[in-house]
């Protein structure tokens, strides 16, 4: 997950939260640069409510240092001098969707050389790019 916006400190330790509070899964993120947090997300949880795939959850970001198990019913961003810092989880009304994976139906070719330039081919059983 890619997270986009500005003002991201380089010693600031992101966490993000898939899923609701009491329920989730929280992953260690990347500060790339002061515009960029990269975020690697959990494995599917697999509840009986969900159901089959595609399926969305709440996802929130976190840049404080506190403690992650304790429910904030109160995080939110907040405005100070113009920046935006965050106290708790943001809560923005974000949403993360998880997608069956695909599965490998062709590669073309089926062999090479190793020290060739070569265009290889990959197709799987699913026909939209989920990837932006």
């Known amino acids: 997950v890619t997270i986009t916006g500005y003002g991201f400190g380089t010693d600031s330790v992101p ?7 009491g329920n ?3 992953s260690y993120g990347s500060v790339i640069s002061s515009k960029v947090i990269v975020c690697k997300s959990p494995p599917a949880p697999m509840p009986q409510n969900i159901g089959a795939f595609p ?3 709440p996802f929130a970001l976190s840049l404080a240092d506190e403690d992650y198990s304790a429910t904030k019913p109160n995080a939110r961003l907040l405005a100070s001098s113009g ?5 708790g989880w943001s809560d923005l009304g974000t949403t ?4 069956n994976p695909p599965v490998l139906v062709d590669i073309s070719p089926k062999s090479g050389v190793v020290d060739k330039n070569v265009l290889v081919t990959i197709k799987s059983n699913k026909t939209n790019n ?3």
């Open 96 to 99: 993360f969707t998880y997608y």
């Open 130 to 132: 989920f990837a932006s």
């Open 15 to 21: 966490r993000c939260r898939f899923g609701i509070p």
């Open 83 to 87: 920046d935006l810092s965050i106290e």
């Open 55 to 57: 399926f969305t959850t």
């Open 24 to 26: 989730n899964a929280i």
